[in-house]
C-alpha cells in the first residue's frame, strides 16, 4: 500500500511519541491526545503500517513500534553520505540516530583538500574528485547537502547519473537533479517560520 | 493578517527562490511553475505578505524579496540560543544563516563544565546553572533545542518562566513546555521519510 508523504512525515512523530509510553496498550484516542492529532488521522495513517490494534485494548505499543519502524525502513538497510563537511556536516557525520531508521552514514565528501584524508567518528572524509567513484563503491542511494548556499545547484548536479536517489538539501538554496528527489531542510528558515508565530 | 502557519512554512520558500531570480519582475505563475505549487496558492501566499503585484508585469523581485522578509521577520530583530552544546549545537552556534531572518544567535548553554567557558564562533557557552538570569538579560526568545533525546523533557520544562517564547526541537523526543510554542525538527526522521520514498 503506498502511504502520502503527508502520512510518511508522521511516522516518526508517532514513534517518538512511542518511544516514551510506559504502558503496554495504547489506544489511537490516546496516541491523538498525546500529539494534539484527530483519532480519524491517526487510525488512518496508522492503518499504512503493518500494526493492527485489538478492540478494547488498542495497540501493542512495541507491535505498532516495530510496524512503523518497517514501514519507515523497508526493511532495507540504506547508505547516506554527507555531501559538505563544515560544521552541520560534520555534526551530521557524528550524530548516531540515523541507525533507528535503518540507515548507515557513512562517509563525507568535501572539496577542501584541508578537510579530506581524517575521518570524523570512524568516518572517512573523501575528496569530491573522487565523490562518484566512492558513490558507487559504498552503494549510497542518500545525500545530505550541506554545502553553501552558492554551492548547492552545482553539487546538486554533480550527483546526476550516480547510485544517490535523494537528497536532504540543508542548503538555503532551491536544487535539483535528474531523477533524485529531493527534500528540503532549511534550518534557519524552520525558526524563522517559528520567530514569526511568537 | 493573521497568516496559516502552512503558509507561512512557504515564506522561505519563495525567498530562497527569488534570490537566484536575475529578472526584475516575476509573475506568480512563473514562481508556480518554478517551485512546482499552484498559480492560486502562490498568490493567496502572497497576498499575506504587503508586496503588490503590477498588472502584465508582476511583483517587483526586489520588493517581493523585501515583503516576505519583513512578513518573517514582523520589523523586529529576535534573539536565540542553543540549549545544548555538543556537535549540532556547535555547528547552529557558527552558522552565519539566521541573520537575513532577523535574528541573532547569542549563546549556547551547556550541563557540561568541559563545554562550558568556551567561546564559539565568538558566542559564549554558558553553564546551564546560570541559564535562567543570562536568558532575561541577554533578552533570548528562541532556543534552538539539542540537547540527547533522554534530556530533552527537562531541558525543555527548564525554559518555562523564562523570556523564551518558542522552542525549535531537534531532539527526537516530544518535548513541552507552558506558554512555549514548539516546533520539532528531527533531522533522521526527515532522511527516513526521504529513505523509504526512494
Redesign the interface.
Known amino acids: 500500500m503506498k502511504i502520502p508523504?503527508i502520512c510518511?512525515?508522521r511516522?516518526?512523530?508517532y514513534?517518538?511519541?512511542l518511544?516514551?509510553v510506559r504502558t503496554e496498550y495504547i489506544s489511537s484516542r490516546e496516541i491523538a491526545k498525546?500529539?494534539g492529532y484527530g483519532e480519524v488521522l491517526v487510525r488512518k495513517d496508522l492503518a499504512y503500517t503493518p500494526a493492527e490494534g485489538k478492540p478494547r485494548r488498542g495497540y501493542s505499543v512495541e507491535e505498532l513500534k516495530k510496524a512503523i519502524e518497517e514501514?519507515?525502513?523497508?526493511g532495507n538497510l540504506?547508505r547516506?553520505a554527507v555531501l559538505g563537511a563544515?560544521?552541520?556536516g560534520?555534526?551530521?557525520l557524528?550524530?548516531g540516530?540515523?541507525s533507528?531508521?535503518?540507515?548507515e552514514v557513512v562517509a563525507a565528501y568535501d572539496i577542501d583538500p584541508l578537510k579530506t584524508g581524517a575521518e570524523i567518528a570512524g568516518k572517512p572524509v573523501i575528496a569530491e574528485s573522487a565523490m562518484r567513484e566512492s558513490l558507487e563503491q559504498l552503494g549510497v542511494?542518500?545525500i545530505?547537502l550541506c554545502v553553501p548556499?552558492s554551492a548547492a545547484r552545482e553539487a546538486a548536479a554533480s550527483l546526476e547519473g550516480t547510485p544517490v536517489?535523494?537528497i536532504?538539501n540543508f542548503a538555503?538554496?532551491?536544487v535539483s537533479a535528474e531523477g533524485i528527489?529531493v527534500?528540503?531542510?532549511?534550518?534557519?528558515?524552520?525558526?524563522?517560520?517559528?520567530?514569526?508565530?511568537?
Open positions: 508523504e510518511l512525515s511516522l516518526p512523530v514513534l517518538n511519541y518511544r516514551t498525546a500529539l514501514k519507515l525502513t523497508c540504506k547516506a563544515g560544521g552541520l560534520r555534526a551530521l557524528a550524530y540516530g540515523f533507528r531508521y535503518g540507515i542511494s542518500l545530505m548556499a536517489k535523494a536532504l538555503p538554496a532551491q528527489t527534500r528540503n531542510l532549511d534550518v534557519a528558515a524552520n525558526l524563522a517560520v517559528l520567530a514569526s508565530m511568537i
